[in-house]
């Protein structure tokens, strides 16, 4: 059974403008984020997040600083009044809203989000299935049938704590390592299974799983079949080539004595 792996690629980008002026920005998991704020600012320019008791960045007229890793800003940018904050690397700690002042007056406010981690694998009957959890705390996986024959979004277990509950259901079928797995999977199991953080109300990850039998192999008398047929067209390479290469010799020359003959 392969180990589930998930690669990403960047894509950045501002998804949404509330009323009050606040940006919503979705960035993949462990990708580097962007939060954009063009502002002119001639003094101190901090951004922070909650409720401005974390500083992550400063920048002023002379120099830019980083107040905590995996945040930085530019002083080239800064002086063309873009004061755009760069975050390394975006994981579930760096979710949520933050605050650019200049000169402690708020400029922009800016909310980052995770995009739903989204992937598809397919098992054999019998193999287990393994949900991929970006996050291992505060997180409900629940399960919908690629039939319509079971529920829709059936819940399967949730996990807080470090502490998995499952669906009676399930019970005996499930563990957690990292990931939650289903063992002994069978085609019924073929669907999606979501990942929902329970405690912000997000759905995180996707995992689209196909069940499927194995394709039969050759019966007893397919393969003898099969060898007949490949004995009869090695014979008839064997007879056919030879006697096709002398009829062409023999073609030839007859062509040449006929010149011969008219010259």
Not at 189 to 211: H, K, M, R
Request: glycine letters at 4%.
């Amino acid at each position: 059974m392969e180990r589930y792996t998930v690669l990403f690629v960047l894509q950045i980008g501002i998804i949404a403008v509330t009323g009050s002026g606040e940006h919503f920005v979705s960035a993949k998991l462990y990708q580097p984020a962007t939060l954009r704020c063009d502002y002119t600012c001639h003094g101190l320019v901090k951004w922070s997040r909650f409720h401005k008791t974390q500083v992550l960045a400063l920048c002023d007229e002379t120099s830019c600083s980083s107040q905590q890793t995996g945040y930085e800003m530019s002083h080239d940018q800064y002086v063309q009044g873009d004061l755009t904050l760069s975050i390394t690397a975006a994981d579930y700690s760096t979710r949520g809203l933050y605050t650019c002042q200049c000169d402690d007056r708020d400029v922009c406010d800016v909310r980052l989000l995770i995009e739903t981690v989204e992937t598809k694998h397919v098992v054999s009957p019998g193999e287990p299935i393994d949900v991929f959890l970006p996050l291992t705390d505060q997180v409900e996986v629940s399960f919908t049938a690629t039939d319509s024959v079971q529920p829709s979004k059936l819940k399967i277990c949730t996990v807080a704590n470090e502490k998995i509950q499952s669906n009676p259901e399930y019970e005996d079928r499930v563990s957690r390592i990292n990931i939650v797995q289903i063992k002994d999977g069978n085609v019924s199991d073929s669907g999606n299974y979501t990942v929902q953080d329970t405690l912000n109300d997000e759905t995180i990850a996707i995992i689209n799983v196909q069940v499927r039998e194995k394709e039969p192999g050759l019966d007893r008398d397919q393969e003898c079949g099969l060898a007949v047929w490949v004995l009869v067209l090695v014979l008839v390479l064997v007879l056919v080539l030879p006697v096709t290469g002398f009829l062409f010799v023999m073609n030839m020359r007859l062509k040449k004595r006929l010149e011969q003959n008219r010259i």
